[in-house]
Every structure is written in C-alpha cells, then in structure tokens.
C-alpha cells in the first residue's frame, strides 16, 4: 500500500474515533433559570437552581447539594422542595443554603429543582454562585466562571459556574 495513503487513512481513523468516543466523566451541571424574569439590582423575584442529574463516577442519584451567595445578595429564602430538607446559614462572606435528601433519593438523570426568593445585590453585575453537589460521598463543585443567566436564557449548562445577571434598576 501506498505510504502517504495508509498515512491519510491512518490520520481519518485517529480523528473517526475522536470524535466519535465519548468525552471522559464530566460532573452534572447546575444551572440558574430565572423564569422569564430579569434580576434587577435592589429588586426582589425568583430563581431557580436546577442540579440536571446525579453523579457520574457511582451513577446514583443525589442526596445534598449546597449553593453560596456572596454578601452582596441581600437574601435568599429558599422554597420548600419534596423530598428535601433546606437550612441556611448567614455569615461575614455570604450565604449558604443546603438541601439534604429526606425522602426517595432521585433517579441518576432525573434534574432536582430547588426555587428560591432572591433579594437582588444592589449593584449590577454577573454573579457567580458556586454549587457543590453530593451523591453517597462524590462530590462535584462548580466555580469556574462560564456565563451568566439572564431573564430569557438560564446560565450555560456546558459550564461549571451558575452565573446571573443582575441588570441596573429604573432610573429615579
């Protein structure tokens, strides 16, 4: 065989079987929707921060999962959710909201949704929420900026960071 064409073939086969192969393990996604509704700075509305699926590593539902706001959320009052105990805790860096599993644990694929009452930060802006998720002791956390959500788009599920956009208030 010619060797520059067993070259070529060899070179469609090593990029056939790249893209064709499954990417490696990659964590479930959290991601801020917003419902139509934009944040707007000082103001207050709702959120939701939706956890898509378990873990890959043990393929098994999740069992908590915590979100932290910055200081410069105002509040956060979570809803109830079925199945699901929430605290929150406030401090000097922000505020801490944990959901822990009370009921049947979720399927692997199925997505948690966990509402929440949001008092906007005063200052318009992307704000990053970091997630960390647990599932019988894998962890996955998200804080590497990717995209914030806005009223018509929730952030980016392909990136680790539920980011929102906080838009300015009416002018006075």
């Known amino acids: 065989m010619n060797p ?5 073939l060899t070179a469609a086969a090593v990029a056939a079987v790249t893209l064709l192969a499954p990417a490696g ?4 996604h959290a991601i801020i929707e917003l419902n139509g509704a934009p944040a707007i700075a000082g ?12 873990c890959l590593e043990n393929e098994i539902g999740i069992d908590k999962v915590t979100a932290y706001f910055s200081k410069d959320f105002r509040s956060v009052k979570p809803q109830q959710v ?15 909201v944990t959901w822990k599993l009370t009921g049947e644990r979720p399927e692997f694929n199925v997505p948690t949704y966990f509402p929440m009452k949001i008092g906007w930060p005063s200052k318009p802006g992307a704000y990053g929420l970091p ?21 018509d788009q929730p952030s980016p599920p392909l990136y680790p960071l539920p980011e929102v956009q906080v838009l300015p208030g009416a002018v006075k």
């Not at 520059?4 to 070529?8: F, I, K, Q």
């Not at 393990?25 to 479930?28: E, V």
């Not at 103001?43 to 378990?54: D, R």
């Open 25 to 28: 393990p990659a964590s479930a």
């Open 131 to 151: 997630v960390r998720q647990e599932c019988e002791g894998q962890v996955n956390v998200w804080d590497t900026p990717g995209g914030p959500a806005t009223a």
């Open 82 to 96: 079925s199945g699901w105990s929430v605290s929150v805790k406030e401090s000097k860096k922000g505020i801490r």
């Open 43 to 54: 103001a207050k509305s709702v959120m939701t921060l939706e956890v898509q699926h378990g």
């Open 4 to 8: 520059r064409l067993l070259a070529t």
